[in-house]
């Protein structure tokens, strides 16, 4: 099974801890986008025929600022070129202050069946520090909106360890997120880079640093909070109920194959990687003049496959397989003594305490 990925790289206006491809949205380009888009698909599906695509996913940016109507045309168009599993799950990000109840029940007619939305915080100040265009309150009416607009299967994204973050200011924003009935909840710990405006003003100073103790503090806090309400806390930063994984990602951590639509999107055939320009006009241009709209390639030896396969299943709680790091015992061995791993059937696979050293694992375990 394959993901269908469309990145939508068009936001209301550019937060200052983002790093993602987006601009800020104008018509005129989202009309060109559109088009785009759908010469992209009839480009690229000849390529991806045989493959059967089981997820679709709306990424952004801010999917939820396109017409439902033009949503609902993708899908169709989607369906015809390509072949579907049965139900498969159509996913649409989402931010709150864009989401009215007649455009939510639009998505829903559009064939959209999980709505992912950008929360972030339930706390005001935090919202200002990260710079959203919602408050609070917002946030919660957004979410009311979803659930009475009949969705059923809502995710919702939240970041923690933010600069001056304390375990209390952090429950009460997931005191609030299990007060809605979200099958599914993403927190990310708060990492930046100077290529951000937040990243710069942590660099310099003007921002206070978040702790690293306390980023790992919340993290714990987090699984223990959210195992206690029956999420299953299934990849370092994704909490699902029962049978409300996000099976799109979850192609991702298998390795499964996945076509990307849109300007920075990435596709991975099972062997080669190749990815968009990220620059929205050139990708326009590009299609408009009837070229595939690719900045880059590469195609992965078996064992860079290996070396992506360790990284990114140690983060997941199937974990990675014993056989794949057999040359490697002694060091798991210090893992599983530490209480960082432990062996379930034929599989490593790290408790909390090992989530939070999984990247650093990961590196000694491929060199
Ligand atoms: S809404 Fe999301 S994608 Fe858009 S600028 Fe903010 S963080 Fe980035």
Request: proline fraction near 5%; charge should be neutral.
């Amino acid at each position: 099974m394959a993901g269908l990925y469309v990145h939508v790289p068009f936001c209301l206006k550019k937060c200052p801890y983002c790093d993602f491809a987006s601009v800020p949205v104008q018509s005129d380009l989202q009309a060109e986008w559109l088009q785009a888009v759908r010469a992209e698909t009839v480009l690229r599906a000849p390529d991806w025929k045989p493959i059967r695509f089981d997820t679709l996913y709306f990424g952004g940016g801010t999917p939820s600022l396109l017409d439902p109507a033009d949503v609902a045309g993708l899908i169709d168009l989607f369906s015809g070129s390509f072949q579907w599993a049965r139900n498969p799950e159509i996913t649409l990000e989402a931010n709150p202050g864009t989401l009215s109840g007649s455009k939510l029940r639009d998505f829903r007619k559009a064939g959209i069946n999980r709505l992912s939305i950008g929360i972030q915080s339930f706390r005001d100040e935090e919202l200002q520090l990260l710079g959203r265009m919602h408050d609070a309150a917002e946030a919660e009416n957004s979410l009311a909106r979803t659930f009475e607009s009949g969705f059923e299967n809502v995710n919702a994204d939240f970041i923690y360890g933010l600069p001056g973050q304390t375990p209390a200011h952090w429950s009460q924003t997931l005191g609030k997120a299990v007060a809605f009935p979200l099958t599914h909840i993403s927190a990310y710990c708060l990492t930046w880079s100077g290529k951000t405006e937040l990243g710069r003003k942590i660099e310099s100073g003007e921002v206070e640093k978040p702790s690293e103790a306390v980023q790992s503090d919340l993290f714990l806090r987090t699984s223990s909070f959210l195992a206690e309400r029956h999420f299953q806390h299934y990849e370092i930063s994704n909490f699902s109920l029962e049978g409300r994984r996000c099976r799109h990602n979850e192609g991702y951590w298998k390795g499964n194959p996945y076509l990307g639509l849109g300007p920075s999107s990435h596709s991975f055939t099972g062997r080669e990687r190749y990815w968009n320009v990220s620059d929205t006009r050139e990708y326009c241009r590009m299609l408009n003049q009837g070229l595939r709209p690719c900045s880059g390639s590469e195609t992965l030896s078996r064992n860079d496959i290996r070396l992506e396969t360790i990284a990114l299943r140690l983060r997941t709680s199937e974990g990675l397989p014993l056989a794949m790091i057999q040359n490697k015992t002694d060091f798991c061995k210090v893992f599983l003594e530490n209480g960082l791993a432990r062996i379930r059937g034929d599989r490593l696979v790290l408790t909390e305490n090992g989530f939070l050293m999984a990247d650093e694992l990961a590196l000694r375990l491929t060199v």
